[in-house]
């Protein structure tokens, strides 16, 4: 059965869910597995090392790279007609937001998809931190906390459409975003050849974390090409994805409609579960002395409202709309990588846990 023929017997949202589903599937088995985790890679580079964690996050980043522009370069992929790219933007929102989210990636001891995957793995620091990162998105799209992201975001705002592709602006286009994107694997596998030797089962493990965030640009452009709806295309994204699970939760009456977002939470889950269960990483784990749950819960709050205002996540804005080499996606992830930096440092010189 081809892609035409799922979409008129199972309907646009539904398979839009099944591709997240299967893409979720995929990461939360992979980066539970190769214990992907950017708060480690920031940690490990503050340390003056690049260890096990920056080595595989920066190959999977390097793997997502080079898929996405392989998508781009074949035409496989039209990132222009991306959230990341075609609407407005904010580079103070990017910016500002990005540091928020650092430091609160530190407080919580992992970013949005790791609170996922270590939820999976029983930790149940992990799930209220979860929880609360999923209630402070909600609150700062359209709650609360909505005036003061509008706030900090109209602050240096950039409008959609070349301005915000970096590939466009730098005049190199989808041939030199695939040259830049080698480079970045290439030098991902020096460092992780570097630390690791001859371990190609953890490599291969990065690389499947970073292809699926090519699997989830490829299948929506897939539909959207195939659907006679309008169909967003997107690729893996856990805040809005957060807020979207919770609202489908709390009340199925007011929820949105089934698409790509609602198959992706719960298979993540699932994928990282699967993983700990095969590997014997399960089990329950609370707050101990050390842990302060202060820390979490103002970490979670910091990264929930850090994710909208800066328009993603490490995953969401650093990984897939970096991808993509969208300006405002680029400035999030080095200013999320500033915040967690400035933060780790904070917390050595108060004497906290890391």
Known sequence: MNLASLLETWGDSNVLAMAGALVGFIFGLAAQRTRFCARAAVVECCEGQTGDRFSVWWLAFGAALVGVQALVWSGGLQPANSRYITGVGSVSGAVLGGLLFGAGMILTRGCASRL??????????????????????????????????QALASWWP???????????LTGIGPTGGLVLALLALGTGFYFFFKTHQRRWGLALGAIIVGLSIALGWGLTQAIASQSFEAVQIQGLSFSSASAEMLMRVLSSATSPSLGFDAGLLPATFAGSLLGALVGGDFKFEGFKTENKLGHYLTGAVLMGFGAVLAGGC???????GGSIFSLTAWLTLIAIWLGAGLSWRIHRSMGWPI
Request: avoid cysteine; charged fraction near 10%.
């Open 116 to 149: 996922l995957i270590l939820s999976g793995n029983g930790n149940l620091r992990a799930l209220l931190a979860g929880l609360v990162f999923a209630v402070t998105v909600q609150a700062s799209i359209a709650g609360w906390l909505a005036p003061a992201r």
């Open 314 to 320: 490490t995953v969401g804005a650093g990984m897939t």
């Open 158 to 168: 950039i409008d959609g459409g070349a301005g915000r592709d970096l590939l466009q």
